[in-house]
């Protein structure tokens, strides 16, 4: 998982969106949560590092969303260290926010 490092060069956990093309929800989440100009004006951005991760996309993709057992979409898991919390319904930018704010 070496282009998925938890941290980065940072100690910021990560919000890990898992999506898949054909989910009309996943779209959604897209549009209204993850599109940079939507993302960039939710309060808590610069707290995490957001990874779009697109569950039938590259081998790498692939092997992450079956670690994180991922079996609906939109899924979302927030990870630092050895501490995680998902979201995987109601995905919007307060329930991000309020994911985030909780952690």
């Given at each position: 998982n070496e282009g998925?490092?938890?941290n980065g060069a940072n100690d910021k956990p990560t919000l890990y969106f898992?999506?898949?093309?054909?989910?009309?929800?996943?779209?959604?989440?897209?549009?209204?949560?993850f599109n940079d100009e939507k993302w960039n004006t939710i309060e808590n951005r610069n707290e995490?590092?957001?990874?779009?991760?697109?569950?039938?996309?590259t081998e790498e993709e692939k092997q992450l969303a079956?670690?994180?057992e991922v079996s609906?979409?939109?899924h979302i898991v927030l990870k630092n260290n050895n501490k995680s919390k998902e979201l995987n319904a109601g995905v919007?930018?307060?329930?991000i926010?309020?994911?985030?704010?909780t952690f």
């Open positions: 998925f490092d938890d898992f999506y898949v093309d054909w989910c009309g929800y996943c779209k959604k989440a897209k549009q209204s949560t995490v590092n957001l990874v779009k991760v697109n569950c039938e996309g079956k670690e994180y609906a979409y939109p919007s930018p307060s329930s926010s309020n994911l985030i704010s």
